[in-house]
């Protein structure tokens, strides 16, 4: 089974910067896409980033242009670092593995989440 442990959060001021990373152990299954969530208290859980195994990029417009995902297959890790950061960026951060698990199947793996605090 796939994986995944958190790691990097904290409590920051806004206008810093955080980075969080995603040991994915896989398995033996091949990923096909490692992503980051977020949520709020008394939210729903949010899609925030996401790296394709093609290395394709793609960032929810609250993020895009502040956060940037990166993959260390080396390391087996997924990163997210976060710049510029703002109270609204609160939020347990979690990540998400999709693996292959037969022919034409594939499962969503999750993380237990690290808790981020912007205060203002």
């Known amino acids: 089974q796939v994986q995944l442990v958190e790691s990097g959060g904290g409590l920051v001021q806004a206008g810093a910067s955080l980075r969080l990373s995603c040991v994915v152990s896989?398995?033996?299954?091949?990923?096909?896409?490692r992503a980051w969530f977020r949520q709020a208290p008394g939210a729903q859980r949010e899609f925030i980033a996401s790296?394709?195994?093609?290395?394709?990029?793609t960032y929810s417009d609250s993020v895009k242009g502040r956060f940037i995902i990166s993959r260390d297959y080396a390391q087996k890790t997924v990163s997210l670092q976060m710049n510029s950061l703002t109270p609204e960026d609160s939020g347990v951060y979690y990540c998400?593995?999709?693996?292959?698990?037969?022919?034409?199947?594939?499962?969503?793996?999750w993380g237990q989440g690290t808790q981020v605090t912007v205060s203002s």
């Open positions: 790296i394709h195994s093609s290395g394709h990029t």
């Open positions: 998400k593995a999709v693996a292959v698990i037969d022919i034409g199947k594939n499962r969503d793996f």
């Open positions: 896989d398995g033996g299954l091949p990923i096909l896409e």
